[in-house]
Structures are given as structure tokens and as C-alpha cells.
């Protein structure tokens, strides 16, 4: 079992930044990586970014160049550094472990970018 829990949300105006954090605890040496997910008003669940153990990455191509994800083993945490937001970046941010387990979705974080 994986506890996750997001925080760092807040409303920005578009080009501003936001930090996500995950903290993640339980059984965490049985994954393979973390993964932020978000989903927008009326919209599916989309894959943001990832991070396996070995350190690879991957992103959405709509946050290239914008986000980045990353991970601190030694504090079980991992994190999406997000620049240059824009409205459409409004959205619950969600974290998840690799491979994706349905019962491990938290509450996640509200990003919400507006002026």
C-alpha cells in the first residue's frame, strides 16, 4: 500500500510558475517510478510527466519545455516544476506510482491560471 498526497497548488497568472510536490510513504520500494497525471473540468485524466527509478523522464508534449519533473529518493518525494503556465494548465493535479495502481489516487492540487 502507497499513501500519496499532493500539494503546491494555487492560482497563478498565465506565465507565472507553480511547484508541485508528492510525498508518497507505505510501500514505496515496490514501485517503478512516480507520475503526475491532471484532469481539467469535463476532460479525462491526462498523463502529465513521469520519472522512473532509474531517473528517465517523459512529458506530455503539450508541457515540453515547460514542466519539469523530478524526484528526491531520500525524502520519498517527487515534484513538477511548472513555468510559463497558461489557462489551459488549469486543472487537478494528481500524482501516481509506476505502474499506475487505481486505488493509490489522492485528493490532488488545484492549479488554477488566470488573471
Known amino acids: 500500500q502507497v499513501h500519496l498526497v499532493e500539494s503546491g497548488g494555487g492560482l497563478v497568472q498565465p506565465g507565472g510558475s507553480l511547484r508541485l510536490s508528492c510525498a508518497a510513504s507505505?510501500?514505496?520500494?515496490?514501485?517503478?517510478?512516480m507520475v503526475w497525471y491532471r484532469q481539467a473540468p469535463g476532460k479525462q485524466r491526462e498523463l502529465v510527466a513521469l520519472?522512473?527509478?532509474?531517473?528517465?523522464?517523459n512529458y506530455a508534449d503539450f508541457v515540453k519545455g515547460r514542466f519539469t519533473i523530478s524526484r528526491d529518493n531520500a525524502k520519498n518525494t517527487v515534484a513538477l516544476q511548472m513555468n510559463n503556465l497558461k489557462p489551459e494548465d488549469t486543472a487537478v493535479y494528481y500524482c501516481?506510482?509506476?505502474?499506475?495502481?487505481?486505488?493509490?489516487w489522492g485528493r490532488g492540487t488545484q492549479v488554477t491560471v488566470s488573471s
Open positions: 520519472i522512473t527509478n532509474g531517473g528517465s523522464t
Open positions: 501516481n506510482v509506476l505502474p499506475i495502481n487505481a486505488y493509490y
Open positions: 507505505g510501500s514505496i520500494f515496490s514501485i517503478n517510478g
